[in-house]
């Protein structure tokens, strides 16, 4: 069974810094990886997806690396703002299809403090 | 392009009741999820529907809840009779055929007394 495990659980920063998120998983037979972020109340946010031949995405301020054979995945915030304040959450997908449930981890809750 | 819409928002009943959630996918997305989200946790997949035909059901508690999707285009999940623990979000997500980023709902938030 596939077990996504997200480190730390939270995580309070001053404005301006970069930080890093950690993701892993038990089963390395993904098909991809998507990080979400998800606002108090509010539904989830997809912010990148790797499928499992890739190395990294990137998208503005957010880069997301994969290391498919350790099982690993991290989240990369340059320039951290107040409005990145949110719980990121990884998620994997496992090898059959792109439809395939995603497995997610607990999140880690992110304070940008200004 | 409108969004994954969820009603009610919130929803609060006595145990024993039933309770009704809906959603309505993004237009034209074959795949509807529903998934549970616990306090402090991720979501967990209930139920995943390929247009009409629930592919994906081995996580839905059968005795108490169901599921339908008719026409394949928006669902129902239901809840009857509740229990304490189901108190948690409930999120409906979609994604279009051949497309793998699964789209959200806002959730609605269901809390049992």
């Known amino acids: 069974k596939q077990e996504v495990t997200q480190i730390p659980a939270a995580l309070s920063v001053p404005e301006g810094e970069n930080l890093v998120l950690n993701c892993s998983f038990t089963?390395?037979?993904?098909?991809?990886l998507q990080w979400f972020r998800q606002d108090p109340g509010k539904g989830l946010t997809s912010l990148l997806l790797?499928?499992?031949?890739?190395r990294e995405q990137t998208s503005g301020r957010l880069n997301a690396s994969l290391d498919k054979s350790s099982g690993r995945s991290t989240l990369y915030i340059a320039a951290s703002q107040p409005g990145d304040s949110a719980t990121y959450l990884c998620?994997?997908?496992?090898?059959?299809?792109?439809?395939?449930?995603?497995?997610f981890g607990k999140g880690t809750r992110l304070s940008v403090i200004a | 392009e409108a969004g994954v819409v969820q009603s009610p928002r919130y929803k609060i009943i006595e145990k024993k009741q039933p309770v009704a959630f809906w959603c309505n996918p993004i237009?034209?997305?074959?795949?509807l999820y529903w998934y549970r989200q616990n306090l402090g946790q991720g979501p967990e997949l209930l139920i995943r529907?390929?247009?009409?035909?629930?592919?994906?059901d081995s996580q839905l508690p059968k005795d108490r809840f169901s599921a339908e999707r008719l026409k394949g285009v928006d669902s129902t999940l239901k809840i009857q009779p509740a229990e304490l623990g189901d108190s948690a979000v409930y999120l409906c997500?979609?994604?279009?055929?051949?497309?793998?980023?699964?789209?959200f709902g806002p959730g609605t938030r269901l809390l049992v007394l």
């Open positions: 997500a979609s994604s279009g055929q051949g497309r793998e980023t699964q789209y």
């Open positions: 089963d390395s037979a993904i098909y991809n």
């Open positions: 790797i499928q499992s031949s890739q």
């Open positions: 998620a994997v997908r496992r090898g059959d299809s792109g439809n395939t449930p995603l497995v």
């Open positions: 237009s034209g997305h074959n795949t």
């Open positions: 529907y390929e247009n009409e035909e629930a592919v994906d």
